[in-house]
């Protein structure tokens, strides 16, 4: 993972880079993610007799080989000329799924098409963004169904634009030319082939979830909750699952890191729907904590982004293999068959004790 971090940063425009890796403010959300990862250990069980550790996980009624989930991060032509077409097809072939941004760099259809051509039952969730216009939001929910995807993934955290002070420092606040928000082409009120900017809208309420839900079929995940009240509400509400987030430290920086919110959040669902995670998860044993927390699985933005911009297709698989192969390692040390057998008093702080 270091070494195809560190090729991507070689090889990336510093710019790009930059809106890669960058957070909202003084990023200590960002760091804060990685390091309550690093602050936790894990107990093995011993001789529990597991055997071989499976990380096979089912999800909104789809079975995964690995419960590594592809987040949904903007604009991967930047990374690669392939862009989200080496992510999906990466993504398939890892038995994951890929949650598709409404901004990336590549249609919706063109991902989903990728991403079957690998393999038929690939996974593609649509990420949105509810825009303040119901007609544009409709418009793309029934783009999202009509190219096949199995579940709508809304970013709640982003009631305004986060404040990225790097991208401010670079003047980097559009697409480069060449490039566009494919998915944000030809909706209603653009000019024929014109694409309309994403808007956020800090109006949003449970209302338009509500509203969402009526006119789609698919199930729908909320992502960004933090809150144990939200949590519940969004179980209360009939959502298929809620994924805990701080949006890679791109939006609230006080937000606590995703690690340390998720026990409440996981209390608060009390096993009604699932809770996915993301935010800092680099290494096997991260997967292996959030599981042992209560998460069914998690996501990951930037490693995803690392390998792609590394090497392209390669660099995603190689990714998500290096995680499924170390999530499995762990599990073993652990004494822990699958995911199930993992229980929270075996996540314990690090601390110096005199
Ligand atoms: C994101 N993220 C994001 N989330 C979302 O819902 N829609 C989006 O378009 C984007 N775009 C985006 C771009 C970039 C460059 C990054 C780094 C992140 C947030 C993403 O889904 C996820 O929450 C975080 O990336 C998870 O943290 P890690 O794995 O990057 O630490």
């Known amino acids: 993972m270091r070494e195809l971090r560190d090729k991507a940063r070689s090889l990336l425009d510093p710019v790009i880079r930059d809106f890669y890796e960058g957070g909202a403010d003084s990023e200590t959300a960002l760091a804060e993610n990685e390091r309550a990862f690093a602050r936790l250990a894990l107990l093995p069980r011993i001789l529990a007799g597991a055997g071989q550790a ?8 789809a079975d995964l080989d690995t419960p590594v989930l592809v987040a949904p991060t903007a604009f991967h032509r930047l990374a690669h000329p392939d862009g ?3 992510t999906a097809r990466a993504a398939a072939a890892a038995g994951t799924v890929l949650i598709a941004s409404m901004a990336a760099t590549t249609a919706v259809a063109e991902v989903t098409a990728a ?7 690939a996974q593609v969730w649509f990420q949105l963004y509810l825009q303040p216009e119901p007609e544009v939001t409709a418009e793309l929910v029934r783009r999202a169904e009509a190219a096949g995807c199995t579940a709508l993934v809304v970013t709640a955290d ?13 003047g980097f ?6 490039y566009a928000a494919e998915n944000m082409r030809d909706l209603p009120g653009t000019p024929p082939g014109g694409t309309r900017p994403i808007a956020m809208s800090p109006a949003l309420s449970w209302a338009d979830l509500r509203r969402l839900r009526e006119l789609t079929r698919l199930p729908v995940v909320l992502k960004g909750v933090l809150h144990p009240a939200d949590a519940a509400r ?12 701080n949006h890679g430290g791109r939006q609230l920086d006080a937000a606590p890191a995703t690690v340390e919110a998720l026990p409440a ?4 669902i009390a096993g009604r729907i699932p809770v996915l995670l993301d935010g800092g998860v680099r290494t096997g044993s991260d997967v292996v904590t959030a599981l042992a927390l209560g998460a069914t699985a998690v996501a990951v933005g930037r490693p995803v982004l690392w390998g792609l911009a590394a090497e392209g297709e390669d660099g995603v698989a190689r990714v998500l293999r290096t995680l499924r192969e170390q999530t499995a390692h762990v599990l073993t040390l652990c004494g822990a068959r699958d995911r199930a057998d993992l229980a929270p008093d075996q996540v314990v702080a690090r ?4």
């Open 54 to 61: 499976s990380t096979a996980v089912r999800l909104l009624g």
């Open 84 to 86: 989200e077409v080496a």
């Open 115 to 121: 991403a079957r051509d690998v393999r038929p039952d």
């Open 158 to 170: 982003s009631p305004v634009f986060g404040r990225h002070g790097r991208d401010e420092r670079n």
């Open 173 to 178: 606040h559009d697409l480069p030319p060449g």
């Open 234 to 245: 969004a179980a209360d509400e009939g959502l298929a699952a809620v994924v805990v987030s």
């Open 265 to 268: 959040v996981v209390a608060a």
């Open 351 to 354: 601390g110096i004790r005199e």
